[in-house]
C-alpha cells in the first residue's frame, strides 16, 4: 500500500516563504501533493485523471497554506476521492474554475459552462443564447461571483433590458434560469435566485403570429422574384430566396444550409438532411415541374463560381435573412408588416383552402405528425406533396399572368 501522510505542518513551515529555483511538488500520498512555487507560495494541489490512463490529468487546486491548514486538506482530499468512485468530477462541487486563481463561480462562468456542456449539444442556435449573455448580461453581472448575485440584482438587470428590449429579456431569463439549473444539477455551481420568477416577471413572451399574405401581396411577392435581374426591385439573391421560401414553405435556416447536392435532379427531389431540420428528421419534398428548369440554371452558374451552396455570402446567415426579410413588406408598399416566417403560413393557408390533406401540407412544412401516426406512419406522400406543389406553383402564376402589368414574367 502507496504510504500516505507524508508531510508535516513543521515541514510545511520550512518551506512558506522560502525562495526555489523552481517550482516544486511534494507528495503526501493518495493522490495530494504540496506545491511549492519559486517564491515559496505553498498551495494543496491534487492529482487524478478521469476515464483512465489514456486521458488527460487533472490538477487541482485544494488550497493554500496557511489559509487551509493539512489536516483540513487532507479531508478535502479524501471528499474529493469519494466523488472520484462516484464518477463526479471534484472540480463541480468544489466549485472552482482555475486551480491558480482559486476564484469563486462568476455568473460570467456559470452561462458558459452551460454553454459548453448544455447548449452546444443540444440546441441548433445556441449561438444566440451565446449572443443574448454577451449583450445583456456580462457587461451587467458577468464578473459577480454567482453566489453573491442576488435576486435584487437579477430584477434591476433584466429590468434594464426590459426597457428596450422586453422579448429578448424573456428569452435571455429562460436561458439563464435554465443554465442555473443546469449548473446546479450537475454540482457545479449553486444559485436559487431565480427559481421564483416567470419569463413575465422578467420579459415578455414573443406574441404568437397570425399574419397571412392577401392573394395581391402574395402576388406581388412572386411578380418581384420573377422578374428579371435589370427589372426587378430585388437582388438576385432576394429572388431566390422568396421563390424557394414561397413554393416549398421551408425554414429559412434550412434554404441557409441547403447544399447543391441536396437537391436530386434526376428524382427531382429535395431532402433537407435531419442535422438541419428542427425536429431531427429528414424532410423530403418534391420538386415541382415549374421550377425545375429555374434550378438547373442556378446550379450551373453555382458550379462555375466554385460554390456548393445555394445561397452564398452575407444572406447565408440567419441575422442577415432576418432583417432583410422583415423590410420586404415596404419595399412591395405593403400596409401590414410580415415577415419570412409568414411565408410557411402561406403556403399552409392556401393549400389547405385548395383541399390539400392536411397531413400532407404538415409533411411540406416539416412538421412532425401528431400521436401515433406520428410513430409509426413512415410515408412520405411524395406523390400528394407533388401534386400539392404542383397546383400551388400553379396558382402562384396565376396571379401574375391575371396582373393588370403587361409581360409579368413566369418562372
Not at 447548449?119 to 464578473?143: M, S
Not at 444559485?191 to 420579459?203: I, Q
Not at 426587378?232 to 434550412?254: A, D, H, Y
Not at 460554390?307 to 432583417?323: D, I, P, W
Request: proline content about 4%.
Amino acid at each position: 500500500m502507496a504510504a500516505e501522510n507524508k508531510l508535516s505542518d513543521r515541514q510545511l513551515k520550512a518551506l512558506q516563504g522560502k525562495s526555489q529555483d523552481k517550482q516544486r511538488l511534494f507528495s503526501d500520498g493518495r493522490g495530494m501533493s504540496v506545491r511549492v512555487s519559486k517564491n515559496g507560495a505553498v498551495s494543496f494541489v491534487m492529482f487524478y485523471r478521469l476515464g483512465g490512463r489514456e486521458t488527460s490529468p487533472v490538477w487541482l487546486t485544494l488550497g493554500k497554506y496557511p489559509d487551509m491548514s493539512l489536516k483540513l486538506a487532507r479531508e478535502k482530499r479524501d471528499e474529493c476521492r469519494t466523488w472520484l468512485a462516484e464518477g463526479i468530477d471534484p472540480r463541480h462541487r468544489i466549485g472552482l474554475i482555475t486551480e491558480e486563481s482559486q476564484r469563486p463561480v462568476t455568473v460570467k462562468d456559470a452561462l458558459e459552462y452551460w454553454l459548453e456542456y448544455y447548449a452546444k449539444p443540444k440546441r441548433r442556435t445556441w449561438v444566440v443564447c451565446e449572443q443574448r449573455f454577451a449583450r445583456y448580461i456580462y457587461g451587467r453581472l458577468g464578473d459577480v461571483p454567482l453566489t453573491l448575485c442576488n435576486a435584487a440584482m437579477w430584477v434591476k438587470c433584466f429590468d434594464e433590458v426590459r426597457k428596450t428590449a422586453p422579448v429578448a429579456a424573456g428569452h435571455t431569463f429562460r436561458d439563464v434560469k435554465q443554465a442555473l439549473k443546469f449548473c446546479r444539477v450537475r454540482r457545479y455551481a449553486t444559485s436559487n435566485e431565480l427559481e421564483d420568477f416567470t419569463v413575465m416577471d422578467m420579459g415578455e413572451r414573443a406574441k404568437k403570429r397570425d399574419r397571412v399574405l392577401t392573394a395581391d401581396e402574395v402576388r406581388d411577392v412572386w411578380y418581384w422574384a420573377n422578374t428579371e435581374e435589370n427589372n426587378s426591385k430585388l437582388s438576385p439573391v432576394n429572388r431566390v430566396t422568396l421563390v424557394i421560401l414561397m413554393v416549398f414553405g421551408c425554414r429559412g435556416r434550412e434554404l441557409r444550409e441547403s447544399l447543391w447536392n441536396e437537391w436530386d435532379f434526376k428524382e427531382w427531389i429535395w431532402t433537407v438532411p435531419k442535422e438541419h431540420s428542427k425536429n431531427g428528421r429528414e424532410i423530403i419534398r418534391p420538386i415541382p415541374p415549374q421550377i425545375r428548369q429555374w434550378l438547373v440554371n442556378l446550379r450551373a452558374i453555382a458550379e462555375e463560381e466554385g460554390t456548393e451552396r445555394l445561397l452564398n455570402g452575407e444572406f447565408a446567415k440567419q441575422t442577415v435573412m432576418s432583417t432583410v426579410g422583415s423590410r420586404f413588406w415596404r419595399k412591395f408598399r405593403h400596409e401590414k408588416s410580415w415577415c419570412l416566417h409568414d411565408l410557411r403560413r402561406v403556403l399552409a393557408t392556401n393549400l389547405n383552402d385548395m383541399g390539400v390533406d392536411p397531413h400532407v401540407v404538415e409533411q411540406l412544412l416539416g412538421h412532425t405528425l401528431p400521436g401515433v401516426m406520428g410513430i409509426y406512419n413512415r410515408s412520405q406522400y411524395l406523390a400528394a406533396k407533388l401534386d400539392a406543389l404542383t397546383r400551388w406553383v400553379d396558382y402562384l402564376n396565376s396571379l401574375i399572368r391575371s396582373d393588370a402589368k403587361e409581360g409579368s414574367p413566369n418562372v
